[in-house]
């Protein structure tokens, strides 16, 4: 098959309990090369026994609130020139996966760029703080690595381009799923915040939330989406009071 010249590519996929998109981020991930890497950090459900059946080479590293720490645990395994990072819930459309192939094929010591659609509860959204991102994701394996433990972002020196084509991304399918991992970044950025130094006040934390609604909006649009561009802006005012308000309460028990 075509795809079996792409070997000097690895796809790098951070799952815990994937069950349902285990299957599909593979499968679309063959699209660009046969090497799909699996990084666990404690499933339960049948993620792993999926993966494996499904060709994907899966690694355990036990999960310590640290996205870059799963990302630079990969690098280590990967064997190939080429590393593309994906989430289980990402696909690459047909577009991309030829851009992909002809940016590996050509070889140039060069970082890609790629746009995202984001799909939430139902909606895909084109304005807000869910508007279409930009997003670094193909990079020669030996000249990247990332850094922070939250809203995690590759270090590389090299030139960057943007690949044509999008990654769909259908993220949250439900207010608790938003809820739950809302939750847990908030918590790991707060942390982390805490430990390099950041201090903040009350007054603050409504200031950043405040700033944040109007960010997304207004400033961003989001207005124009209706309905889901209200109470997207509304959830991001929540998310960012939410951090404030943890790195708050850290520095008040200290």
Same mark, same amino acid.
């Given at each position: 098959?075509?795809?079996?010249?792409?070997?000097?590519?690895?796809?790098?996929?951070?799952?815990?309990?994937?069950?349902?998109?285990?299957?599909?981020?593979?499968?679309?991930?063959?699209?660009?090369?046969?090497?799909?890497?699996?990084?666990?950090?404690?499933?339960?459900?049948?993620?792993?026994?999926?993966?494996?059946?499904?060709?994907?080479?899966?690694?355990?590293?036990?999960?310590?609130?640290?996205?870059?720490?799963? *990302?630079? #645990?990969?690098? !280590?395994? $990967?064997?190939? /020139?080429?590393?593309?990072?994906?989430?289980?819930?990402?696909? &690459?459309?047909?577009?991309?996966?030829?851009?992909?192939?002809?940016?590996?094929?050509?070889?140039?010591?060069?970082?890609?760029?790629?746009?995202?659609?984001?799909?939430?509860?139902?909606?895909?959204?084109?304005?807000?703080?869910?508007?279409?991102?930009?997003?670094? *994701?193909? #990079?020669?394996? !030996?000249? $990247?690595?990332? /850094?922070?433990?939250?809203?995690?972002?590759?270090?590389?020196? &090299?030139?960057?381009?943007?690949?044509?084509?999008?990654?769909?991304?259908?993220?949250?399918?439900?207010?608790?799923?938003?809820?739950?991992?809302?939750?847990?970044?908030?918590?790991?950025?707060?942390?982390?915040?805490?430990?390099?130094?950041?201090?903040?006040?009350?007054?603050?934390?409504?200031?950043?939330? $405040?700033?944040?609604?109007?960010?997304?909006?207004?400033?961003?649009?989001?207005?124009?989406?209706?309905?889901?561009?209200?109470?997207?802006?509304?959830?991001?005012?929540?998310?960012?009071?939410?951090?404030?308000?943890?790195?708050?309460?850290?520095?008040?028990?200290?």
């Amino acid at each position: 098959m075509e795809f079996l010249k792409m070997s000097g590519l690895t796809v790098v996929v951070l799952v815990k309990n994937e069950e349902l998109n285990i299957v599909d981020v593979i499968n679309n991930a063959h699209c660009v090369s046969p090497n799909v890497l699996i990084v666990d950090s404690g499933s339960s459900d049948n993620t792993v026994s999926l993966a494996e059946a499904n060709g994907a080479k899966v690694v355990y590293r036990e999960w310590d609130n640290d996205f870059s720490a799963q *990302r630079n #645990f990969a690098l !280590k395994h $990967v064997d190939t /020139e080429w590393v593309l990072y994906l989430d289980a819930d990402e696909r &690459l459309d047909d577009k991309l996966c030829d851009a992909i192939k002809n940016a590996i094929g050509g070889n140039v010591a060069k970082q890609y760029s790629i746009m995202r659609k984001i799909h939430a509860f139902g909606f895909e959204y084109k304005h807000g703080i869910f508007k279409p991102d930009e997003v670094l *994701r193909l #990079f020669p394996t !030996k000249a $990247v690595h990332w /850094e922070n433990k939250v809203h995690e972002r590759p270090v590389c020196d &090299l030139p960057k381009e943007r690949l044509a084509g999008f990654i769909e991304h259908y993220t949250y399918n439900s207010w608790q799923q938003w809820w739950d991992k809302a939750g847990k970044y908030t918590t790991i950025w707060a942390e982390d915040s805490f430990a390099k130094g950041k201090r903040t006040s009350l007054g603050a934390c409504l200031g950043h939330a $405040v700033y944040g609604f109007l960010r997304a909006y207004i400033i961003q649009l989001g207005f124009i989406d209706g309905w889901s561009g209200l109470y997207s802006s509304l959830q991001h005012f929540i998310y960012t009071m939410m951090k404030y308000l943890k790195l708050y309460e850290l520095q008040s028990k200290k």
